[in-house]
């Protein structure tokens, strides 16, 4: 046979395969193929290896079909069969289906933008009818070339002339068994295959894994043997080319952080990236660079607390599709929101509405305060210069025609559950299940709470959760010039008179008229929960309508702390002065 075939690569294709065990990794793995640009034209082929009404990532799955240009197949499982069969029957099909393909599992990452391009160029000049990493393997006293690491790219036409539906009927040796001595010690098991060396007996299609079945079968075809897969010392690898620049490894020496500041946007992709916290780290870090060009604000109220040093990603409870992601990129420890229960006690947040009066707001007073923004504030971040440390959103039309923009906040979100299907970025993110049985959730551990008719009530059971024992409501105006039916759908006509900004629901947004008589029965349970507990909440909004809480000046009430920050500053500077005077 040649050593490769002519086809060329007019679409670039990529098989993934996962199973039911491997559904969040998978799920990892397609965000971060949504995060990033192939720079070319790539198709994607997803072969699911169980019942299809197995699958628990849906909303992941159909975004990702939505994206990418995709299929999806699921494959009935035979229950006799094992697994390391039925993912050798699904590479066989796409052998003989692609001209060529990039075979990747959840224990892929990838580390660039336009990741394929390299490999697409590598696959062109290709010698042989694969392209990737060649790994070894201590096989009694020696150390041989084994097989492809996953992540490699085959050539489906050269491939059909030496792979058949024989390989999973004949009995052969396997080739590396005598090799190993009989007091030796197995070889580990090798990625996620599952798979030891030694104790295939049997050496075929339903044993082996297809990294290890093909490269055997390509090196019996180099030597010309007739016997069955001859004999390992003899094969020719010294011919064969590794590509390590473009497939790396992930051994046991390369930790989170050497992912993320070693090989990030140095090699085009990653195999045997066992950890999961290793992954999300990964699509953080892709997340926040992807997202670098545009301006960055900082967080107001960072925030130190005794079980929340520094930022720790948030959880979800284990039955949900969300994984637990990060507060901030370069996290990976879990923080649930029980963890957040109570942590602000004895501080003071701000609630920033969307008001007009955000005009006669001179919002940068509060830079150093604990915020929360709501729906579409960060129109507002150029004039307040900093970005909100907490954001709730729970209006399905805010969050349906700007997820894209929402992904973008750094802050730490609570939006509604039913939106995890248009947000990609969720290592940021707690869903929320809104219940109408309660009408104020002093306490959020199982992530519900009532929407209230208005997303400040949202923002102040959060706040509550979280211990703040002061909330005060700036930009709450409680009044739109335009009216109507409460929650009824309009499309706006024109520039936006109701909030701060023109295009806040500019012309072609779909919104809700507001019910601001309910909005009012939801506050007024509100300031009853948090007076009898000792706490209270303030409405320095100027010039509000709304009369429910006591009313104070918002530049009095951040006077105090305008003039701390001003000390602080004027220490610095006096100290940088003397420093080099």
């Known amino acids: 046979m040649t050593a490769s075939s002519e086809s060329g690569l007019d679409c670039f294709n990529v098989v993934f395969t996962f199973h039911r065990a491997e559904q969040q990794s998978a799920r990892t793995l397609l965000l971060l193929l949504m995060a990033l640009e192939e720079g070319v034209e790539t198709q994607y082929f997803l072969y699911y290896e169980d019942d299809e009404s197995t699958i628990v990532i849906q909303d992941t799955l159909a975004r990702f079909l939505k994206t990418k240009r995709a299929t999806f197949t699921s494959i009935q499982r035979d229950e006799t069969a094992n697994r390391i069969s039925i993912r050798n029957h699904t590479l066989f099909t796409a052998i003989q289906q692609h001209e060529h393909f990039l075979a990747i599992a959840p224990d892929c990452v990838m580390l660039q933008n336009q990741w394929a391009v390299p490999l697409h160029e590598a696959f062109l000049q290709r010698q042989q009818p694969f392209v990737g990493r060649l790994q070894r393997q201590q096989i009694g006293d020696r150390t041989l070339i084994t097989h492809f690491s996953s992540g490699a790219l085959y050539d489906g036409i050269a491939l059909r002339e030496i792979i058949s539906e024989e390989l999973f009927t004949v009995q052969n040796n396997n080739p590396w068994r005598s090799l190993i001595g009989a007091d030796a010690p197995s070889p580990a098991e090798t990625e996620s295959f599952g798979f030891d060396l030694a104790q295939a007996t049997v050496f075929n299609g339903n044993t082996v894994p297809y990294p290890y079945l093909v490269f055997a079968r390509y090196c019996q075809e180099l030597t010309g043997s007739d016997q069955a897969l001859g004999w390992p010392i003899d094969w020719p690898t010294s011919v064969l080319e590794s590509r390590g620049d473009l497939v ?334």
Not at 318 to 325: D, L
Not at 486 to 497: Q, R
Not at 559 to 572: G, P, R
């Open 248 to 581: 790396a490894w992930a051994d046991a020496s390369v930790s989170t952080t050497d992912l993320v500041n070693t090989y990030l946007h140095q090699v085009p992709i990653m195999g045997n990236v066992q950890n999961d916290a290793a992954r999300r780290a990964v699509l953080r870090a892709v997340e926040s660079r992807r997202l670098g060009d545009r301006q960055s604000y900082p967080l107001g109220g960072v925030f130190e607390c005794p079980t929340v040093v520094g930022d720790r990603p948030v959880d979800v409870p284990a039955n949900e599709e969300v994984e637990p992601g990060g507060l901030r990129p370069d996290n990976s420890e879990p923080v649930s929101i029980e963890d957040l229960r109570g942590q602000f006690a004895g501080k003071r947040c701000f609630i920033i509405g969307n008001g007009p009066s955000l005009k006669q707001t001179d919002l940068t007073r509060l830079k150093g305060e604990y915020t929360f923004g709501l729906n579409r504030i960060y129109l507002n971040y150029p004039n307040m210069g900093f970005e909100p440390t907490f954001y709730c959103c729970v209006n399905t039309n805010v969050l349906t025609q700007f997820g894209h923009e929402i992904d973008q906040l750094n802050a730490i979100k609570f939006v509604k559950k039913q939106s995890a299907n248009v947000l990609n970025n969720h290592w940021n993110t707690f869903f929320m299940q809104s219940q109408g049985a309660i009408r104020f959730h002093e306490d959020l551990k199982d992530l519900t709470w009532h929407e209230g008719w208005t997303v400040t009530y949202c923002a102040m059971q959060v706040a509550y959760h979280l211990g703040f024992e002061e909330v005060i409501l700036v930009g709450v105006d409680h009044y739109f010039k335009d009216s109507g039916e409460p929650n009824k759908a309009v499309t706006a006509t024109g520039e936006d008179a109701n909030h701060f900004h023109p295009n806040y629901f500019g012309k072609g947004v779909v919104w809700q008229y507001p019910d601001l008589e309910r909005s009012e029965e939801s506050y007024t349970v509100a300031k009853q929960v948090f007076e009898r507990d000792g706490r209270r909440i303030l409405d320095a909004t100027v010039g509000g309508h709304l009369q429910i809480f006591p009313k104070v000046d918002f530049d009095q009430v951040t006077a105090e702390a305008i003039a701390v920050q001003q000390k602080a500053d004027t220490q610095t500077e006096v100290s940088f002065l003397s420093h080099y005077s």
